[in-house]
């Protein structure tokens, strides 16, 4: 059972993965303001080289290059945090990627992609961590609302992200004895490189009209959501798919929102 405190991150430490852009790099950013110990994990040094351009707020982050589908990267993440604070508290397992592509022409080594970056590299993450961690621990997966329903046009997206999205649920069921939370959270539409095709363009505008909220998300808005459940202010929660979307899966879909019909999607 955990205290209740103003600060439920502080001195906790975390792993964050994909954590070079977007949704990643803000949970890292905003971990650190909350006094975490963070262990920051993308592709390469270069896309973790915001974090020393970022002078003295980020220079306690450790920054471990490497895919997340190498179990060595996962290892590696893992041993990082033990060997600089003895050890592991949360792991965000956020990294992922998108390509587009119908059922009929979609590309099949997409579809392999996507599955092996956003589930299976997941289920490395979630068995690289679970040694290393105990009683009030938490492993929060970057789902989707791609993962609770389908879209037109990202068969094998959406396949990953109903996968990671049950992981998550499953995981959660294994670990709860251990007194270890799992939880998934389900971005709508936000501000990163993965959706920046769409700014400036008429799709990118019918789908924040789409949002009853009326916009696309920020990635800070999602590291909100990581980083309580990351915590221990969530103590009582597992199992969940939270989704922080603007309240877009609160609606049928059968009728434009407010706002769109205000643009005319009536
Ligand atoms: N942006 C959205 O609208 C949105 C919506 C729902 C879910 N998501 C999910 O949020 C997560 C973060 O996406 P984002 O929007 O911040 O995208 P992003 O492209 O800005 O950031 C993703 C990061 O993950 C890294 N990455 C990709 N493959 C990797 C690998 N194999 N190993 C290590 N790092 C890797 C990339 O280098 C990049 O820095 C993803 O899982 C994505 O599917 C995004």
Redo the contacts with the bound molecule.
């Keep these: 059972m955990s205290a209740v405190t103003a600060e439920p991150n502080r001195g906790r430490v975390v792993v964050v993965?994909?954590a070079?852009?977007?949704?990643?790099r803000a949970t890292v950013e905003l971990l650190v303001a909350q006094g975490a110990a963070v262990v920051a994990?993308?592709?390469h040094d270069e896309?973790l080289a915001w974090l020393a351009d970022a002078g003295p707020a980020m220079a306690d982050v450790i920054a471990i290059p490497g895919?997340?589908?190498d179990r060595a990267t996962n290892d590696a993440m893992v041993a990082a945090a033990l060997e600089a604070h003895g050890r592991l508290d949360a792991v965000a397992l956020?990294?992922?990627?998108?390509a587009q592509g119908d059922i009929g022409g979609g590309s099949m080594d997409d579809f392999d992609r996507m599955m092996e970056?956003?589930v299976r590299?997941v289920a490395l993450g979630m068995k690289a961590a679970l040694p290393a961690m105990g009683a009030g621990s938490s492993i929060v997966v970057?789902g989707?609302?791609?993962g609770l329903r389908g879209d037109s046009g990202l068969f094998a997206y959406n396949a990953s992200k109903g996968a990671v999205v049950n992981l998550a649920r499953a995981a959660a069921l294994d670990v709860a004895h251990l007194g270890i939370r799992v939880n998934a959270v389900c971005?709508?539409?936000?501000r990163?490189?993965?959706?920046e095709a769409t700014e400036g363009r008429t799709i990118g505008a019918a789908m924040a009209a789409r949002v009853p909220l009326g916009r696309f998300g920020e990635?800070a808005e999602v590291a909100q959501a990581i980083a309580f459940l990351a915590s221990p202010a969530a103590s009582f929660i597992s199992g969940v798919a939270l989704p922080v979307d603007g309240g877009l899966t609160g609606g049928t879909g059968q009728w434009a929102t407010h706002g769109g019909r205000s643009a005319g999607f009536s």
């Design positions: 993965t994909g070079g852009a977007g949704i990643g994990v993308d592709l896309a895919s997340v589908t956020n990294a992922g990627i998108l970056v956003n590299a970057t989707s609302v791609s971005p709508g539409p936000i990163t490189a993965m959706t990635p």
